[in-house]
């Protein structure tokens, strides 16, 4: 079917190409009529006469009136309110629609989504959440418009560190190691190597003589290496499935994939002439980047030990993921402090060559998670928050509140609500604030049932699924007839066929909370225009349409929801 704004859009750009051919109509939502057209006064600059003007001989030119009627407000912009039925239609083709009026995408693209790379025998942290839960996100949407998603989880797991994490695994035992790791007691591993790095030379010069080994492939500390990894790699995939997100064990594609590419890309960069010695070390010198002091800024790529580091790794994976994967579109869900290295990698990887301009790639940045202090999100002793506590202790709180409920709920069905819950509780907090900003850890206001949060969406999409199971009957949407008398069973209405572009603008920004502010919306207006129509004890055919209002909006809502990764149990 074709979305309500773009039938409305089609209809006005035929008119303004009449008018002033290549104009853009600006449609948008408005508090005045329905819609309306902002686009007239660019025209009206463009052929230098008055707009209102413009405006009369546009909407002369509109064949419009089956759809909205047209007013001309202020200087000239198009007020355009939707007739009922046009939005009779358009319902009606939305309850045959799983889709909810989104078509998929005309032209499918290859994107490759950079998400949640937590680092091997490390904690995943707050940063790794935002990541994680915002990645996820946009891959689901990403899907849904018909693009074809590659994840990548660009694990940490290689560098120098590993010397002195494998040499600690060697000092514990490798099942003493495995049982501590595979508890996820990463960060006790960690710290417990690198305090023994710190005072211990002999265990500092042990250390570094199996970097060299990890390095030159021997047999026997790479099977050490791979216990570290798999063990760490196996944690995270719990913490993935405890959040119920897509990432899969094939996603995970580490640092230490690219190893035997570095070579190659430091040989390319060479042959470019890109390569400057700056003591020793192989640097690239984008143009552009300059420090404080306005001096220009390198990218190492080989260090003076014949090393190589983060950025040669990055420009490895953008190679690869143009020349092998064939990405069309690439982006980066790094938290925002990574902002330049990232500008300087796509720019040494223009300059070589391997990311032309017709792929792009984008930074998805996020701010940081905050305690209720406001400073960075820390634990009472100053450690990073463990990312699986803070889950399990959301699911106990959502397992509390249900409990305090009269319920007829079994103990597992109560648990695995309880789960649902405090997964929409956390993501949606991350999510519904605009990604660039920073946010404040509150459980307690994340898992509220009202405001703007997830489980409240979540109650709103139960609540409507209940009223179907108080009908008792199956109810069947045939030949309904929407006469939309009232304003909040008009306001449903445009709530639900405004869906399309939500998701639109949600997936062109890369901001997945125009979806919550939207999703948000709508369950306002369902809980408004359920305070003031009855639906089950009306009679039909009004209560057929009453209960077709209550349908669409459900299944907006937990499609919706579904493309931010939120569940929308059927009870709540
Ligand atoms: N592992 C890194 C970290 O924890 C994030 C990696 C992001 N992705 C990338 N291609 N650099 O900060």
């Excluded at 039938?7 to 819609?35: C, K």
């Excluded at 030119?61 to 009627?69: H, R, Y």
């Excluded at 066929?497 to 639109?504: D, H, K, N, V």
Aim: hydrophobic share 45%; net charge negative.
């Amino acid at each position: 079917m074709n979305s309500t704004y773009d039938v409305l859009l089609d209809r006005l750009q035929v008119a303004f190409e009449r008018i002033a051919p290549g104009s853009d109509p600006v449609l948008r939502h408005s508090d005045r009529g329905d819609y309306q057209a902002n686009g007239v006064m660019g025209v009206a600059k463009r052929l230098g006469r008055p707009p209102r003007e413009v405006a009369e001989e546009l909407v002369s030119a509109l064949e419009i009136a089956d759809i909205a009627e047209v007013e001309i407000a202020g200087p000239g912009f198009l007020n355009l309110t939707l007739t009922t039925h046009f939005l009779e239609r358009q319902l009606r083709q939305v309850l045959q629609d799983p889709r909810m009026g989104v078509a998929s995408t005309a032209h499918p693209k290859k994107v490759v989504i950079d998400y949640s790379a937590p680092n091997v025998a490390k904690e995943m942290h707050v940063g790794h959440l935002r990541s994680t839960v915002i990645g996820d996100a946009l891959a689901r949407m990403y899907r849904f418009a018909g693009h074809q998603v590659i994840a990548r989880n660009h694990v940490g797991d290689w560098g120098t560190n590993f010397g002195m994490l494998i040499e600690h695994l060697i000092d514990l035992g490798e099942h003493a190691a495995m049982a501590s790791l595979s508890i996820g007691d990463l960060d006790s591993f960690y710290r417990a190597a690198r305090a023994k790095f710190d005072s211990d030379d002999e265990f500092k010069e042990r250390s570094r003589t199996r970097v060299v080994s990890l390095q030159a492939g021997d047999p026997e500390t790479r099977r050490l290496w791979a216990i570290l990894v798999d063990e760490s790699v196996a944690y995270f995939a719990e913490v993935y499935a405890k959040l119920d997100v897509t990432l899969a064990p094939e996603d995970v594609v580490g640092e230490s994939y690219y190893n035997d590419m570095l070579s190659d890309v430091v040989a390319d960069l060479d042959r470019a002439g890109l390569l400057v010695d700056s003591g020793g070390a192989l640097c690239v010198f984008p143009p552009g980047f300059t420090n404080r002091d306005g001096d220009p800024m390198p990218v190492m790529v080989q260090k003076s030990d014949e090393g190589y580091g983060y950025a040669t790794t990055d420009l490895a994976a953008v190679r690869d993921r143009v020349r092998t994967l064939g990405a069309d579109e690439i982006l980066y869900v790094v938290g925002a402090p990574q902002g330049q290295h990232l500008e300087m990698i796509y720019a040494v990887a223009r300059m070589a060559g391997w990311l032309p301009d017709s792929v792009r790639v984008e930074h998805v940045a996020f701010g940081n998670v905050l305690g209720p202090d406001r400073k960075m999100f820390k634990s009472r002793s100053g450690e990073t928050v463990k990312l699986v506590g803070l889950l399990d202790e959301a699911i106990e709180r959502a397992d509390v509140a249900l409990a305090s409920r009269q319920s007829d709920l079994s103990q597992a069905e109560r648990q695995h609500l309880a789960t649902q819950i405090a997964r929409a509780a956390v993501k949606y907090a991350d999510l519904s604030t605009e990604r660039q900003r920073d946010y404040i850890f509150d459980l307690d206001r994340m898992i509220a049932f009202e405001g703007d949060t997830g489980p409240y969406l979540q109650y709103a999409h139960a609540r409507l699924r209940s009223i179907f199971r108080r009908l008792g009957t199956l109810w069947e949407p045939t030949d309904v007839h929407f006469a939309l008398a009232s304003a909040p069973e008009r306001d449903v209405a445009l709530g639900v066929l405004a869906f399309p572009e939500a998701f639109a603008s949600a997936l062109a920004g890369l901001q997945p909370h125009r979806l919550c502010v939207y999703l948000f919306d709508l369950a306002q207006r369902f809980t408004t225009f359920y305070e003031a129509c009855p639906v089950l004890s009306v009679e039909p055919p009004l209560r057929d349409e009453r209960l077709a209002l209550c349908e669409v909006t459900a299944r907006t809502l937990s499609l919706g929801l579904s493309l931010l990764g939120i569940e929308a149990p059927d009870r709540m």
